[in-house]
């Protein structure tokens, strides 16, 4: 009887370990929202600082300098100083000879020029600069969207995991007071061993459920924290924006028209289709000359202990334009413009096939997120069908109106229908992510 009533008095602290473990979740630990955890990813996530970097790199080189519509202005300057001995005949007749003649000459320039006229290649150059610019933007955006989307769902995943393990623990509750009452009625001679014995088996198996549970959640949060370059994982995610993620309330009116305004991937094929037709028309200024114009300033001086001319100076002014044109290149230019043409026609094709695509993933993302909404309200009814009827044979069980093995079934049951609202719940938020991503809702 002694051994009896040790064990229903451990029993009687696990179960005050169990009701603590359910207040684990919201009291111990700080809460990271999902604006925090998409902030702090953003932050630290290496894809998305280097198509930071390739923008900058390409709003960098978007100038009208760079193009060429600047002109070029150079400086020079130079000294040169030489020793060396001279035997000189002139015309004349006579002769000089100098033993260790020193010479010196300086020289300066400031020289300038500019293109006049290139066909259109300067202003299409820049064209294309600041067409690059744009796709490098269009890049950074789509990198931070599928960050936030990632993000996003890794949040509601983890949410998710959490609520198991409060299930988990919940379930490890009632098999512990099954377990206390099953041991007490036996101790009265109420009950059998083998009706014990079960509940002892249920009550190992669910305590192995919830420690498997843990560390699934656990490592989920390690994982998560090294993703979004969070310090620690000691924190727990708010549950409540699931519940608020799972309708179409706050889905544009127009998806179609979004997508067709917004969508990253859709503007960066335009771009391309911009671009190559840029391209095809710089070719084209290859028909024309060049025309440029150059002006300098020099001053060039000289100093020597021999020869005719010993001292000499020179400055002034240089001015011309010059006129280049390509007469014949082995047909390169030719092939070069039939190819420019041939581009353009190509990233035309893959715009119409990204468009249509896109718009057919829309249409079936769309499909999804309304099945998976209906999917997840019908999981929910079901799990409060099941939770009542699990507090229903409780109560009969606890009258000794219902079997164990009602309760058990009663119990697993509600297990089941908890995670398949979870799995549900998983499959309409992630199913929203993708929609509003498609139609470019993320991270504007």
């Not at 064990?7 to 925090?36: C, H, K, P, Y």
């Amino acid at each position: 009887m002694k051994s009896i009533n040790t064990n229903t008095m451990s029993n009687r602290i696990f179960i005050g370990i169990a009701t603590v473990l359910l207040a684990w979740n919201t009291q111990a630990q700080e809460v990271l929202a999902l604006d925090q955890a998409i902030a702090a990813s953003l932050e630290h996530n290496h894809n998305l600082k280097i198509s930071e970097l390739s923008s900058q790199q390409a709003a960098n080189a978007a100038t009208m300098g760079n193009a060429g519509m600047l002109p070029n202005i150079v400086a020079t300057a130079g000294a040169n100083v030489s020793q060396q001995n001279s035997n000189l005949e002139f015309a004349t007749g006579q002769t000089q000879d100098v033993e260790g003649a020193q010479s010196m000459s300086q020289n300066m320039s400031l020289g300038i020029s500019q293109t006049l006229f290139a066909g259109g290649r300067i202003q299409r150059s820049y064209a294309l600069l600041k067409t690059a610019e744009q796709s490098a933007s269009l890049a950074e955006q789509q990198a931070m969207e599928t960050t936030i989307a990632m993000v996003w769902s890794q949040y509601t995943g983890l949410a998710l995991l959490q609520r198991s393990v409060v299930t988990a623990q919940q379930v490890l509750l009632f098999s512990a007071q099954r377990y206390e009452r099953a041991m007490l009625t036996n101790s009265l001679g109420g009950s059998n061993t083998t009706e014990r014995l079960s509940a002892e088996v249920d009550l190992n198996r669910d305590s192995i459920n919830l420690l498997e549970v843990q560390a699934q959640y656990q490592l989920a949060k390690n994982s998560f924290a090294t993703y979004i370059g969070w310090e620690n994982s000691d924190f727990i995610v708010d549950e409540s924006g699931i519940t608020d993620a799972i309708n179409a309330t706050d889905l544009p009116d127009d998806l179609l028209a979004n997508l067709r305004e917004n969508n990253s991937a859709l503007l960066l094929a335009q771009t391309s289709v911009n671009a190559a037709g840029l391209q095809e028309k710089l070719q084209q200024s290859t028909l024309f000359p060049t025309i440029a114009a150059q002006a300098s300033y020099g001053l060039n001086q000289s100093q020597a202990e021999a020869g005719f001319l010993t001292a000499s100076q020179q400055q002034g002014l240089n001015a011309g334009i010059s006129l280049q044109y390509n007469l014949f290149s082995g047909f390169q230019s030719k092939t070069q413009r039939q190819n420019a043409a041939l581009e353009v026609l190509k990233a035309q094709e893959q715009l119409d096939l990204v468009s249509e695509t896109l718009e057919n993933t829309l249409a079936n993302a769309m499909d999804v997120f309304n099945n998976a909404i209906k999917i997840a309200a019908i999981e929910t009814k079901n799990m409060e069908v099941a939770e009542r009827r699990l507090m229903r044979m409780s109560e009969l069980h606890a009258l000794g109106k219902a079997s164990s093995l009602e309760l058990r079934e009663a119990q697993i049951a509600w297990l089941n229908a908890n995670n398949g609202m979870y799995r549900a719940q998983f499959q309409a938020v992630n199913a929203k992510i993708t929609v509003l991503a498609l139609v470019g809702s993320l991270g504007r």
